[in-house]
């Protein structure tokens, strides 16, 4: 076996300088590591259209969903005009300690703005070197005006990559 691997050597040495690069790419590809990371690393919340219990519901009236940046310089529509959702997922910030959110939703003439509070913690979760930084969140608190938003409640406190469970169950007020 050993003489094999030399004369092999020997004849790599003194082959031609493709076969060399050809050999010694072939090295380099299999020593590359194979680690998936996310596609997507931003983590949403999910929220749930109950009728007051964990029943989903239906949202007849339209929604939008905006928050302001810290500074308070820009707004950023998260949500714009949502019709007939039995759920909806927004974005969760990995930048401060509380979200504020602005739901507006109307129905025909009828408009309701509530402001909705969400406290965190920002847990920063590691993939691997090769992987770009992502937060995880553990929620801590949330509260609500109560304009349109008759109810407001958490779920699942953890926030992660897993788009399956609501994180809030909520409802709103019936406007006829």
């Given at each position: 076996m050993?003489?094999?691997?030399?004369?092999?050597?020997?004849?790599?040495?003194?082959?031609?300088?493709?076969?060399?690069?050809?050999?010694?790419?072939?090295?380099?590809?299999?020593?590359?590591?194979?680690?998936?990371?996310?596609?997507?690393?931003?983590?949403?919340?999910?929220?749930?259209?109950?009728?007051?219990?964990?029943?989903?519901?239906?949202?007849?009236?339209?929604?939008?969903?905006?928050?302001v940046?810290?500074?308070g310089?820009?707004?950023?529509?998260?949500?714009n005009?949502?019709?007939?959702?039995?759920?909806?997922?927004?974005?969760?910030?990995?930048?401060?300690?509380?979200d504020?959110?602005?739901?507006?939703?109307?129905?025909?003439?009828?408009?309701?703005?509530?402001t909705?509070w969400?406290?965190?913690e920002?847990?920063?979760?590691?993939?691997?070197?090769?992987?770009?930084?992502?937060?995880?969140?553990?929620i801590?608190?949330?509260?609500?005006?109560h304009?349109?938003?008759?109810?407001?409640?958490i779920?699942?406190?953890?926030?992660?990559?897993?788009?399956?469970?609501?994180?809030?169950?909520?409802?709103?007020?019936?406007?006829?």
């Amino acid at each position: 076996m050993i003489r094999f691997v030399r004369s092999a050597c020997r004849r790599l040495w003194h082959s031609p300088l493709s076969t060399k690069f050809f050999v010694l790419g072939l090295l380099l590809l299999s020593a590359c590591s194979s680690i998936e990371c996310p596609v997507q690393n931003t983590v949403y919340t999910v929220y749930k259209i109950t009728d007051g219990s964990e029943v989903v519901d239906t949202l007849k009236d339209t929604i939008s969903v905006w928050s302001v940046r810290n500074n308070g310089t820009d707004t950023l529509f998260l949500y714009n005009r949502g019709t007939a959702l039995t759920s909806f997922n927004l974005p969760i910030s990995y930048s401060c300690p509380e979200d504020t959110l602005f739901f507006l939703l109307w129905k025909g003439s009828f408009a309701s703005l509530d402001t909705v509070w969400i406290k965190k913690e920002d847990i920063p979760h590691f993939e691997s070197v090769d992987c770009n930084a992502s937060f995880f969140h553990e929620i801590t608190a949330v509260r609500t005006t109560h304009h349109g938003i008759d109810t407001l409640i958490i779920n699942k406190r953890t926030v992660d990559y897993d788009p399956r469970t609501a994180h809030f169950y909520i409802r709103f007020k019936a406007h006829d």
